[in-house]
């Protein structure tokens, strides 16, 4: 592994910046949520595929892998329209703070589709995590909707991120991501005839859009997606694990800062609210800290053996 240098730090928190902006585009672009991942997935399937082919990667991993990598991008589909929406409804802080219930959904599913074992300190941690969306869906009840989406997205976020965790053991992670991109751009054309006959008001769709969400949406699909994606996954190289796992967990952090810088009003929240993203944030932060003092004393324990 590559000694990281200052510029590969900056560069990794400007990744997690970006990716914290995500939601905050989502309310800055005018456009519904279902239109604006009908956008942002075919800007970000073309543009991956211009990447694979300016690497001379290869799009052939066969064509049941293809089947299966598009299924998952029917979730990223279902999840990217469930964040965007729970922004829009709610607020950006309160879709990010629903969004770290991520590690709540892995600690429970990770067990349950692969062999790792459960983990107590885990399982510790998501009762945590439940209780600070108790503390926030007492003090923000009027946003049970916009929470509902956001928890519900991090849930879909968790298993894609589970299968994906398998996949990229079999096939570059580029192609994985733009075969997903293209599923996702399928799935959300299949479901605009729906939405529009029973989920819109006026029964049609917004796919008119303005300069200035062209812009959004371009940033959004081409530079927090396809860049900081790729450059994720060269600082991957260079980076541990552990370091990469607590630097993506300030993604909330920089979102819900950015946001208030912002909305400014729009996105002042009650005390209770901050009280339970506190805790939910607190947990999110102690996982690896958790993670890499037990397997430093499992190191420990195994080197105290006699031989």
Known sequence: M???????????????????????L??????????????????????????????????KIGKRNIVKILGVG?????????F???????????????????????????????????KAHEVALALLIIVGLYVIFRFEFDHAVGIAMAVGSAFLASCFTIINSKLTKQHA?????????????????????????????????QLEASMWDFLWVGILALVCTVYAYTA????????SAYTMNLTVNLEPVYGILLAWFIFKEGEQMSAGFYYGAAIILF???????????????QRLLKDALPN
Request: aromatic share 14%; proline share 3%; hydrophobic share 55%.
């Open 84 to 118: 965007f929406a729970s922004a829009r409804v709610a607020s950006v802080s309160i879709c990010l703070a629903g969004m770290a219930t991520a590690s709540l959904w892995t600690s429970i599913l990770e067990p349950i589709f692969t062999n790792k074992k459960i």
């Open 283 to 297: 947990s999110v932060f102690l996982h690896p800290i958790l993670e890499s003092l037990i397997a430093r004393r």
């Open 173 to 205: 992670a580029t192609t994985i991501t733009c075969y997903e991109m293209a599923g996702a751009w399928l799935a959300t054309t299949l479901f605009l005839p729906f939405y529009r006959n029973y989920m819109t008001d006026s029964g049609t769709l």
């Open 26 to 59: 989502g309310k800055l672009i005018s456009i519904p949520a279902v239109e604006l991942v009908f956008y942002r997935t075919i800007l970000a399937a073309v543009a991956l595929a211009v990447v694979i082919k300016l690497r001379g990667e290869s799009f």
């Open 232 to 239: 994720a996954v060269r600082l991957m190289h260079k980076f």
């Open 2 to 24: 590559q000694k990281p240098l200052f510029k590969d730090y900056l560069e990794l928190h400007f990744i997690i910046l970006l990716w914290g902006f995500t939601a905050i």
């Open 74 to 82: 029917f979730m990223i589909a279902a999840h990217w329209i469930l």
